[in-house]
């Protein structure tokens, strides 16, 4: 027994290094944008498209890709996804112009879209009971957390000691060696009932995801109400409605929608896709404040950004337990309140904000995203068979990606949007402001060129002028994530395994004496212990909860 216990254990390890292979990119991807805008030429939109590619790639086949690896067998989907993932970041390396690293980008995505789902669900099959899955993907959620840190940390000092290229194959040695150890101690797992493949299912969801995310990245640069973004949402749209339909009606769905029914399943959905948009767009802009805006280095950023990854990381450690025991609503509504007022205290920053300061500010982001992301992470697994757990991991994975695209797009697109505007309230000259205008990246090289240093104060306060505006779009969207989490969340532990809390004590009438016929004499009560289904599955719900 004590065996089974240790093996468990060590292949969450395993899990949680795939996670933070993956997850580790992105990190040092966004601590990369300024130097691949100068090594690369990578303007704006370059840069947007670096980032984005993974993510619509990813989230076009993550849903399509848990549901196959629920089919199939869930732990040679995860060797499948690391092997993609190796190949790409290795080429990542070697991209001589941006179009090249957008390309490997979107490959290392299609990667990850097979690897993410996938270790959700060998979660949930490992670890059955709620307080151990609890802990589980509380773990799971750290090591995300810890890629946040390491990531910048490790871009940084290839960065500043090689070159950029060097960071990407620190990512496909990481994932081979997960590799390795996956194939050692990973067990397979797979749909017992091994149901028919939903063909028309996993083309339309693909389709609808990607056509969804497509219309994201592409808006702001189109416009968000012109006809080309309207005619992509619209397609995106009459995509998700037909998947809807056909999997509502089709005998062995890929998924079943009614799981959005549920309300746990539902709020909590939207709970990650919110924090996410908020996060994603804010590290966008932050990477770039500390290097232009504050003059860090990459490496000295990089190292500045660790106690955002502790507070991530601790409170994914925390708050998981705290859900099981108090309710997800509870951990999830302070989670979304600490992040409202993280990102409201990043919107006053200027260029002379201390580092102290932002130590706190990213300490309390850190902790709304552990006690906002874990919990409804746990929550959403909770609600999903154990046999259908990887199109259920499938369903997280692609609202955190959903919503961090969104974020980026929205998020950059205002942040650039005044950036521009406040630039050119100070720069006059056309042939210095439209080259500046690219990006503050840009604005540094035109007052280079131009022996103008004015250039770099006007291009600074601007930056800061997006920066602001960006938190507060962030800091509105996590208020709608605290609403719509309070409102539909269930309050109570028992009632997020579909049972009703308990009456209080004084609210439960005393059952009446029963008295006989023929003497009056009263009748004692029965003493049979209740053995019904439902004070069963009460007592279990109890002993997750608290044993």
Same mark, same amino acid.
């Given at each position: 027994?004590?065996?089974?216990?240790?093996?468990?254990?060590?292949?969450?390890?395993?899990?949680?290094?795939?996670?933070?292979?993956?997850?580790?990119?992105?990190?040092?991807?966004?601590?990369?944008?300024?130097?691949?805008?100068?090594?690369?030429?990578?303007?704006?939109?370059?840069?947007?498209?670096?980032?984005?590619?993974?993510?619509?790639?990813?989230?076009?086949?993550?849903?399509?890709?848990?549901?196959?690896?629920?089919?199939?067998?869930?732990?040679?989907? /995860?060797? !499948?996804?690391?092997? =993609? @993932?190796?190949?790409?970041?290795?080429?990542? #390396?070697?991209?001589?112009?941006? *179009?090249?690293? =957008? /390309?490997?980008?979107?490959?290392?995505?299609?990667?990850?879209?097979?690897?993410?789902?996938?270790?959700?669900?060998?979660?949930?099959?490992?670890?059955?009971?709620?307080?151990?899955?609890?802990?589980?993907?509380?773990?799971?959620?750290?090591?995300?957390?810890?890629?946040?840190?390491?990531?910048?940390?490790?871009?940084?000092?290839?960065?500043?000691?090689?070159? &950029?290229?060097?960071?990407?194959?620190?990512?496909?040695?990481?994932?081979?060696? !997960?590799?390795?150890?996956?194939?050692? @101690?990973? +067990?397979?797992?797979?749909?017992?009932?091994?149901?028919?493949?939903?063909?028309?299912?996993?083309? /339309?969801?693909?389709?609808?995801?990607?056509?969804?995310? @497509?219309?994201?990245?592409?808006?702001?640069?189109?416009?968000?109400?012109?006809?080309?973004?309207?005619?992509?949402?619209?397609?995106?749209?009459?995509?998700?409605?037909?998947?809807?339909? &056909?999997?509502?009606?089709? *005998?062995?769905?890929?998924?079943?929608?009614?799981?959005?029914?549920?309300?746990?399943?539902?709020?909590?959905?939207?709970?990650?896709?919110?924090?996410?948009?908020?996060?994603?767009?804010?590290?966008?802009?932050?990477?770039?404040?500390?290097?232009?805006?504050?003059? &860090?280095?990459?490496? *000295?950023?990089?190292?500045? %950004?660790? +106690?955002?990854?502790?507070?991530?990381?601790?409170?994914?450690?925390?708050?998981?337990?705290?859900?099981?025991?108090?309710?997800?609503?509870?951990?999830?509504?302070?989670?979304?309140?600490?992040?409202?007022?993280?990102?409201?205290?990043?919107?006053?920053?200027?260029?002379?904000?201390? @580092?102290?300061?932002?130590?706190?500010?990213?300490?309390?982001?850190?902790?709304?995203?552990?006690?906002?992301?874990?919990?409804? !992470?746990?929550?959403?697994?909770?609600?999903?068979?154990?046999?259908?757990?990887?199109?259920?991991?499938?369903?997280?994975? #692609?609202?955190?990606?959903?919503?961090?695209?969104?974020?980026?797009?929205?998020?950059?697109?205002?942040?650039?949007?005044?950036?521009?505007?406040?630039?050119?309230?100070?720069?006059?000259?056309?042939?210095?402001?439209?080259?500046?205008?690219?990006?503050?990246?840009?604005?540094?090289?035109?007052?280079?060129?131009?022996?103008?240093?004015?250039?770099?104060?006007?291009?600074? %306060?601007?930056?800061?002028?997006? /920066? %602001?505006?960006?938190?507060?779009?962030? #800091?509105?969207?996590?208020?709608?994530?605290?609403?719509?989490?309070?409102?539909?969340?269930?309050?109570?532990?028992?009632? *997020?395994?579909?049972?009703?809390?308990?009456?209080?004590?004084?609210?439960?009438?005393? +059952?009446?004496?029963?008295?006989?016929?023929?003497?009056?004499?009263?009748?004692?009560?029965? !003493?049979? +212990?209740?053995?019904?289904?439902?004070?069963?599955?009460?007592?279990?719900?109890?002993?997750?909860?608290?044993?």
């Amino acid at each position: 027994m004590e065996q089974r216990q240790v093996n468990r254990w060590l292949i969450l390890v395993v899990l949680c290094l795939a996670v933070f292979c993956v997850m580790v990119a992105t990190m040092i991807v966004n601590i990369l944008l300024p130097t691949l805008n100068r090594e690369l030429d990578a303007s704006t939109k370059d840069l947007l498209w670096i980032v984005d590619a993974f993510n619509l790639v990813f989230a076009a086949f993550v849903l399509a890709a848990g549901s196959l690896s629920d089919r199939f067998g869930r732990k040679g989907a /995860l060797m !499948t996804g690391l092997v =993609i @993932y190796i190949v790409a970041s290795a080429l990542s #390396a070697f991209a001589l112009n941006p *179009e090249m690293l =957008i /390309l490997w980008r979107a490959v290392a995505g299609l990667g990850a879209a097979v690897v993410f789902p996938t270790t959700l669900s060998i979660i949930s099959n490992v670890f059955p009971n709620r307080r151990e899955r609890a802990q589980a993907i509380g773990m799971w959620g750290a090591a995300s957390g810890a890629s946040v840190a390491v990531g910048p940390i490790i871009g940084g000092a290839l960065v500043e000691g090689t070159e &950029w290229g060097a960071a990407f194959l620190f990512c496909a040695v990481v994932a081979t060696i !997960t590799l390795g150890l996956t194939a050692l @101690y990973v +067990p397979t797992s797979r749909d017992p009932s091994v149901p028919r493949l939903d063909y028309v299912g996993l083309v /339309l969801s693909t389709a609808a995801l990607g056509a969804l995310v @497509y219309a994201i990245i592409q808006a702001p640069d189109r416009g968000w109400g012109s006809p080309a973004s309207l005619g992509d949402f619209g397609a995106a749209t009459c995509l998700l409605v037909a998947f809807a339909i &056909w999997e509502s009606h089709v *005998e062995q769905p890929m998924l079943d929608v009614r799981l959005f029914a549920n309300l746990r399943f539902t709020a909590a959905s939207g709970a990650v896709t919110f924090s996410f948009f908020a996060l994603f767009g804010f590290i966008f802009l932050i990477t770039q404040y500390a290097q232009f805006v504050l003059g &860090w280095g990459v490496l *000295e950023a990089g190292l500045r %950004q660790v +106690p955002v990854a502790i507070a991530v990381a601790g409170a994914s450690l925390v708050g998981t337990p705290l859900a099981v025991r108090l309710g997800t609503k509870l951990v999830v509504c302070a989670g979304s309140l600490f992040l409202v007022g993280g990102f409201y205290w990043v919107s006053t920053c200027t260029e002379t904000t201390t @580092y102290p300061t932002i130590v706190g500010q990213m300490m309390t982001i850190g902790i709304g995203m552990g006690l906002t992301s874990a919990p409804a !992470t746990e929550a959403i697994m909770g609600v999903v068979p154990a046999a259908k757990a990887g199109i259920g991991s499938a369903v997280n994975d #692609a609202t955190r990606e959903l919503g961090g695209t969104l974020g980026v797009a929205v998020i950059g697109s205002v942040a650039l949007s005044t950036y521009r505007s406040s630039l050119g309230d100070d720069i006059t000259n056309p042939a210095v402001l439209e080259p500046a205008r690219e990006s503050v990246g840009a604005a540094f090289a035109v007052a280079e060129q131009t022996g103008e240093p004015s250039i770099v104060g006007f291009a600074q %306060q601007a930056f800061i002028d997006g /920066l %602001q505006l960006g938190c507060w779009v962030a #800091a509105g969207v996590c208020l709608v994530g605290f609403l719509l989490a309070a409102i539909y969340l269930p309050s109570h532990p028992l009632a *997020e395994v579909g049972l009703e809390p308990p009456p209080p004590a004084d609210a439960i009438a005393e +059952p009446e004496a029963l008295v006989c016929a023929e003497c009056g004499s009263p009748i004692p009560a029965p !003493t049979t +212990p209740l053995t019904s289904a439902r004070t069963v599955a009460i007592a279990t719900a109890f002993a997750d909860a608290s044993d």
